[in-house]
């Protein structure tokens, strides 16, 4: 079986829509290392913290299972073993530890990857789509150690996809619909674009059901689970996003529990599906009471 294909076979539970990117995490991982240093095997021992830190990060809003990923990666893309060569104990943190277990990329994999730096390009582009909004692909490569060129997209947004940006703008009056950030440089807008509630690479469409039109500061901070929205159109903000500057406290804090802007008349609000699904797999609760 092609590589990519055993890459796309890792994939989520998609009838459920869950997310599930620990696997393309440790992958990204292990890729990084291998470009830095060739096909070594790697330790429970020294990827538990980073890798547990990314899962945290960039996972969806649940406690993070460094074992679970680490021992469970197959496909035949990656081995684990026990230090001396016995079996990997299972899934189990300490376990994992204590038995000093080994990972490395199957040897098949990782000669093709250094043999074929296109092939290279190729799996992180997929373990990337696959999993995670297009604004985050490159603070990925960065926080994995991959190379930050991977992130470019092989192709630019297509006719359709510009086509409902645009609408999502003019809906929103090419306002940010949580800061009511505007701005112009002669006939173009800038710093306010279109932003989705569930990701494209969970089934999320680029419509108004699903989009709304956010500075590019809100559009980070709501594909990182930093703030949120509610079916009624109130604003969340996680708990845990700290900031203490007065920037900070009007630009993230200060939104809490504020009305987000809404659509124009005539144009359709989010759909509850959407907001939920962010709610679910994205935001990082608990919500922080208003100031
Ligand atoms: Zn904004």
């Not at 547990?52 to 679970?68: C, D, K, S, V």
């Not at 992180?124 to 926080?143: K, T, W, Y």
């Amino acid at each position: 079986m092609e590589w990519l294909e055993r890459i796309a076979r890792l994939q989520r539970d998609t009838a459920a829509g869950d997310r599930d990117p620990a696997h393309a995490l440790l992958l990204l991982h292990a890729l990084g290392r291998l470009h830095k240093y060739g096909a070594q095997p790697i330790r429970f021992r020294e990827v538990e913290m980073p890798l547990g830190r990314l899962l945290t990060e960039y996972g969806p809003p649940r406690p993070a299972r460094p074992g679970a990923a680490f021992y469970r990666l197959a496909g035949g893309l990656w081995d684990v073993t026990a230090a001396d060569g016995s079996a990997a104990p299972g899934p189990d943190e300490e376990a994992l530890r204590a038995s000093d277990a080994v990972g490395r990329l199957a040897p098949a994999f990782a000669k093709e990857l250094l043999t074929d730096p296109p092939l290279l390009g190729q799996v992180v582009r997929a373990l990337l789509d696959l999993n995670f909004e297009p604004s985050l692909h490159a603070e990925l490569c960065a926080a994995t150690g991959v190379r930050t060129d991977f992130a470019h997209p092989a192709a630019g947004p297509g006719p359709d996809q510009m086509m409902a940006g645009r609408q999502v703008l003019v809906a929103y009056a090419c306002r940010c619909a949580f800061c009511g950030y505007e701005g112009w440089l002669g006939t173009t807008v800038v710093g306010v674009e279109s932003a989705r509630l569930r990701w494209r690479a969970f089934d999320g469409t680029d419509d108004l059901t699903n989009c709304l039109c956010l500075c590019v500061l809100h559009h980070r901070l709501l594909d990182r689970g930093v703030v949120g929205l509610t079916p009624g159109g109130m604003i969340l903000v996680s708990r845990h996003f700290v900031g203490a500057t007065p920037t900070a406290r009007d630009q993230v804090l200060a939104l809490a529990g504020r009305l987000a802007i809404a659509p124009q008349r005539g144009f359709p609000a989010p759909d509850g599906r959407n907001l939920d699904w962010h709610a679910r797999q994205v935001f990082r609760g608990p919500t922080r009471p208003a100031l």
